[in-house]
């Protein structure tokens, strides 16, 4: 196939976002003799494929039309696609080379202008399709105080993490809390034997490791939770999860782990495997004050660790202002956990995330805004150097 000589049209997805009827007519005439269906062809435009690319892969082709927007702004929406891996073939009005010239540059396989027909862009011929970069967010869920609502935090972000909805990335849940930790139990599984294996003896962990010892919740997550039995002890186990943290981003984008802050403070080692710490704490004065204590000793010596205090409202205790909170925290508050009892019975009684029960609820809305927090809080790295684009026109 002359559009992709390398790759079976069963593997290639190609997406549309057009914004007028030429470029609708054009995708259509694409997707008769490439393959495809109207499902692929969406409204928005270059901007409106922008909007709904955040990090992860819209497609491995991208059709896009400039449409009214300037080329300055179109150049910009190229750079964020075409970052996710994508291959970005534009359409525009524009007919000037400085145009074609300034699209091939933000990153466009191609650009053609209007009219064009699906011969020219079925011509194309994109190198092999590469990976997209991989992003690793490692995440920990900690609560200041017991029932705050930490492990029910760590579960849903897990899951908003993995749904196609949400990030779309490979990703592990960790229950830390080896003596009374409730993941699996809340979503009505089998304990993962396989933890404390992976903890005795953490050189082991590979891919066909977690495939046969991690539980799949759901696609794309996978989850280790088990608690120790009568006359076990929980922390020569602990040990291990210093050892199991490091190789987890050779098989994950994304790992949360559900941290007790009693595990924490005995092993302060921990918190250098983490991008960010989400601290939930009530709106009580036992709750700010613990979290104000952690947080001093975390940031004393873990300074590169992005700790995110977040105001849990699943109890009321002494009902503090949001103002007070973060005057005593001297840092602001990076979201707030609302109430929702009713959502929360039924998502128990399920054996389901809260953000599957409720996906619009105020819940879920924090899950996703927490997730945004957590992005931006990360350790900058550098940009790995972009590959030459090997570009063919007008083959």
Same mark, same amino acid.
């Given at each position: 196939?002359?559009?992709?000589?390398?790759?079976?049209?069963?593997?290639?997805?190609?997406?549309?976002?057009?914004?007028?009827?030429?470029?609708?007519?054009?995708?259509?005439?694409?997707?008769?003799?490439?393959?495809?269906?109207?499902?692929?062809?969406?409204?928005?435009?270059?901007?409106?494929?922008?909007?709904?690319?955040?990090?992860?892969?819209?497609?491995?082709?991208?059709?896009?039309?400039?449409?009214?927007?300037?080329?300055?702004?179109?150049?910009?929406?190229?750079?964020?696609?075409?970052?996710?891996?994508?291959?970005?073939?534009?359409?525009? &009005?524009?007919?000037?080379?400085?145009?074609?010239?300034?699209?091939?540059?933000?990153?466009?396989?191609?650009?053609?202008?209007?009219?064009?027909?699906?011969?020219?862009?079925?011509?194309?011929?994109?190198?092999?399709?590469?990976?997209?970069?991989?992003?690793?967010?490692?995440?920990?869920?900690?609560?200041?105080?017991?029932?705050?609502?930490?492990?029910?935090?760590?579960?849903?972000?897990?899951?908003?993490?993995?749904?196609?909805?949400?990030?779309?990335?490979?990703?592990?849940?960790?229950?830390?809390?080896?003596?009374?930790?409730?993941?699996?139990?809340?979503?009505?599984? &089998?304990?993962?034997?396989?933890?404390?294996?992976?903890?005795?003896?953490?050189?082991?962990?590979?891919?066909?490791?977690?495939?046969?010892?991690?539980?799949?919740?759901?696609?794309?997550?996978?989850?280790?939770?088990?608690?120790?039995?009568?006359?076990?002890?929980?922390?020569?186990?602990?040990?291990?999860?210093?050892?199991?943290?490091?190789?987890?981003?050779?098989?994950?984008?994304?790992?949360?782990?559900?941290?007790?802050?009693?595990?924490?403070?005995?092993?302060? &080692?921990?918190?250098?495997?983490?991008?960010?710490?989400?601290?939930?704490?009530?709106?009580?004065?036992?709750?700010?004050?613990?979290?104000?204590?952690?947080?001093?000793?975390?940031?004393?010596?873990?300074?590169?660790?992005?700790?995110?205090?977040?105001?849990?409202?699943?109890?009321?205790?002494?009902?503090?202002?949001?103002?007070?909170?973060?005057?005593?925290?001297?840092?602001?508050?990076?979201?707030?956990?609302?109430?929702?009892?009713?959502?929360?019975?039924?998502?128990?009684?399920?054996?389901?995330?809260?953000?599957?029960?409720?996906?619009?609820?105020?819940?879920?809305?924090?899950?996703?805004?927490?997730?945004?927090?957590?992005?931006?809080?990360?350790?900058?790295?550098?940009?790995?150097?972009?590959?030459?684009?090997?570009?063919?026109?007008?083959?």
């Amino acid at each position: 196939m002359p559009f992709d000589s390398t790759t079976s049209k069963d593997l290639t997805t190609v997406q549309a976002y057009v914004c007028s009827d030429a470029g609708a007519a054009v995708a259509r005439a694409v997707f008769e003799r490439y393959g495809g269906t109207a499902s692929a062809l969406h409204g928005g435009g270059l901007s409106g494929a922008t909007r709904l690319s955040t990090g992860a892969r819209l497609a491995d082709i991208v059709l896009a039309e400039i449409g009214s927007i300037p080329v300055e702004m179109a150049c910009e929406c190229v750079a964020e696609i075409s970052a996710s891996g994508a291959h970005v073939i534009v359409l525009g &009005d524009q007919a000037d080379i400085a145009t074609y010239r300034a699209m091939l540059k933000a990153g466009a396989t191609d650009y053609f202008s209007f009219p064009v027909t699906p011969e020219d862009i079925l011509a194309v011929r994109p190198k092999a399709l590469v990976a997209a970069p991989v992003k690793l967010l490692s995440l920990a869920v900690m609560g200041s105080n017991g029932g705050v609502g930490a492990s029910l935090l760590a579960q849903n972000l897990a899951f908003h993490a993995a749904a196609a909805k949400g990030a779309g990335l490979r990703t592990a849940l960790i229950d830390a809390d080896l003596q009374f930790g409730s993941q699996a139990i809340d979503m009505d599984r &089998d304990e993962t034997a396989g933890l404390f294996d992976a903890l005795m003896a953490p050189e082991r962990i590979d891919e066909t490791f977690i495939g046969a010892t991690m539980d799949p919740l759901a696609d794309r997550l996978l989850m280790y939770s088990q608690q120790v039995r009568m006359g076990q002890d929980a922390l020569p186990y602990e040990g291990g999860l210093s050892g199991i943290l490091p190789p987890l981003p050779t098989a994950f984008e994304a790992v949360i782990t559900d941290l007790p802050r009693e595990t924490l403070m005995r092993r302060e &080692d921990l918190a250098g495997h983490f991008d960010a710490l989400l601290l939930v704490m009530p709106a009580g004065f036992s709750g700010v004050s613990a979290a104000t204590r952690l947080m001093e000793r975390l940031s004393a010596r873990n300074p590169d660790l992005a700790i995110q205090p977040v105001l849990s409202e699943l109890h009321a205790d002494a009902g503090l202002s949001r103002k007070d909170i973060e005057r005593t925290l001297g840092h602001a508050l990076a979201g707030t956990l609302p109430r929702c009892d009713a959502p929360i019975v039924r998502a128990q009684r399920a054996a389901k995330p809260l953000v599957a029960v409720q996906p619009r609820g105020g819940y879920a809305k924090a899950v996703k805004a927490l997730w945004s927090a957590a992005q931006v809080a990360r350790p900058a790295t550098p940009n790995a150097a972009k590959p030459p684009v090997k570009r063919r026109f007008f083959g």
